[in-house]
């Protein structure tokens, strides 16, 4: 079974940075697209970032220039670096690989990120 574990989550103030982790394992890490998701309170999930096997990214015209997706293929870790955060950034974000749904989609427990105007 494919385990995802987030960290890295907080409260911090608008304009405030931070860094969230995510460690894989019992999954082909270095062939695998990795995704940030997030779901805020009363709202849907939404696909935040994207990172390919190759290392192509993709983001959500939301967060583009703020926040940035990055892995480390040697210890299996995926990364959401997050800067310039807005109350609107407010969520739980979650690792996943696979997709929204579908057999080969897994996630993580979540992380909460809070940010206080």
């Known amino acids: 079974q494919v385990q995802l574990v987030e960290s890295g989550g907080g409260l911090v103030q608008a304009g405030g940075s931070l860094r969230l982790s995510c460690a894989a394992s019992r999954i082909i890490f270095s062939a695998s697209t990795m995704n940030w998701y997030r779901q805020a309170p009363g709202k849907q999930r939404e696909l935040v970032a994207t990172?390919?096997?190759?290392?192509?990214?993709v983001y959500q015209d939301s967060v583009r220039g703020r926040f940035t997706i990055s892995r480390d293929n040697t210890k299996n870790l995926v990364y959401l670096q997050m800067n310039s955060l807005k109350p609107e950034d407010t969520a739980v974000y979650y690792c996943n690989t696979g997709g929204d749904t579908g057999y080969y989609s897994h996630w993580g427990q979540g992380t909460q990120v809070t940010v206080s105007s």
């Open positions: 990172i390919t096997s190759g290392g192509t990214t």
